[in-house]
């Protein structure tokens, strides 16, 4: 599933949708994966599957690279890394072994970010779609009836949509269900 799914998913879902604004349907779901994102945390893995045959190892960032997590080898033993700038670039130094003995793969584990994707772009694995797809809709819900609620006051019209205070704390109950999404940490071997 992508971003641009889910924002074509939160249109249909109304039948009289006033907050319709290409722009403003994207900031919404920014700002929902920005939620998501610092609240659940997106972890990620990527590999330097052989040895370059020095001893110094530097790998380019990935493009979603948020923070380094750690590196380990492929027998998930702790290798040494940092981020360290490499000709105005910066890319994960990795130290092998002094004795040599780093197994290939070395696996290097990072926290990526979802905020900046794409939105035609799908999901990582391990992001908890439907929850994002629920807090995107509660958004929504609300701004479409803060809209709604204008147009009955100026119109005269009976206003049925949900009360603020309702949609807020649907939106809060969504993003304490962000922090249970927290990402896990793999226990590494330090020898």
Request: proline letters at 5%; hydrophobic letters at 40%; a negative charge.
């Amino acid at each position: 599933m992508t971003p641009q799914q889910i924002i074509d998913f939160g249109k249909m879902r109304h039948q009289v949708l006033l907050y319709d604004d290409p722009s403003d349907l994207e900031s919404l779901m920014r700002y929902t994966l920005i939620r998501y994102e610092a609240k659940a945390s997106v972890l990620k893995t990527a590999y330097l599957e052989e040895d370059p045959g020095t001893d110094d190892m530097y790998v380019s960032k990935p493009s979603d690279f948020k923070s380094l997590v750690y590196c380990e080898d492929d027998r998930g033993r702790f290798c040494v890394s940092r981020l360290r700038p490499e000709n105005t670039v910066e890319k994960i130094y990795i130290k092998k072994d002094e004795d040599g003995a780093t197994a290939f793969p070395v696996k290097i584990h990072y926290l990526a970010s979802i905020a900046s994707m794409g939105l035609g772009e799908s999901f990582p694995s391990g992001v908890n779609e439907s929850l994002i797809m629920d807090h995107f809709f509660a958004m929504l819900d609300r701004e479409n009836a803060k809209l709604l609620r204008q147009a009955s006051a100026v119109t005269g019209m009976q206003d049925s949509s949900e009360a603020d205070e309702t949609l807020t704390q649907r939106i809060l109950a969504l993003e304490g269900m962000f922090d249970a999404e927290q990402a896990m940490i793999p226990p590494i071997t330090v020898r």
